[in-house]
């Protein structure tokens, strides 16, 4: 008797939360990104240096391009110092080869390689 009167509740509740989040999902699908390059981004490593100081992009992937005959060992450091809390994994690209890293939450990120500490960066997420 008792679970029955909670379930008529929690029904329509539960109901109108899935709607809520069914348009949200579709509100942010939606959404225009705010510009046309923050869909692929591709950052070159060339020289034993990044091919850009900083770039702006939306949530998502960035390519760095090894155009280098060495590896580089991708970071969130600077100097060559990996930060003690990375918010994603540092990352090796071989020589010649393409890796790409996911920045899925906004904020700066400085970005180094923890073989070549001159080798530094700014991503910014937005
Ligand atoms: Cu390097």
Known sequence: ???GVLRKRWLPRGATLTA???????CAAAS???SPS?????VDLHGLA???????ISPGDVSFA???AVPHLIAEGQNGTQVASPRFTKTNVAANQTAI????????YQ???????TMNMVVHVQ
């Open 50 to 56: 990044f091919g850009v100081a900083e770039i702006t």
């Open 111 to 117: 970005i180094t390689c923890l073989i070549h500490p």
């Open 1 to 3: 008797m008792r679970s």
């Open 32 to 34: 225009p990104s705010p």
């Open 101 to 108: 890293i996911t920045f899925g939450a906004a904020g700066d």
């Open 66 to 68: 090894n155009q280098d």
């Open 20 to 26: 809520m989040l069914f348009l949200l999902a579709a």
């Open 38 to 42: 923050a869909q692929s981004s591709t």
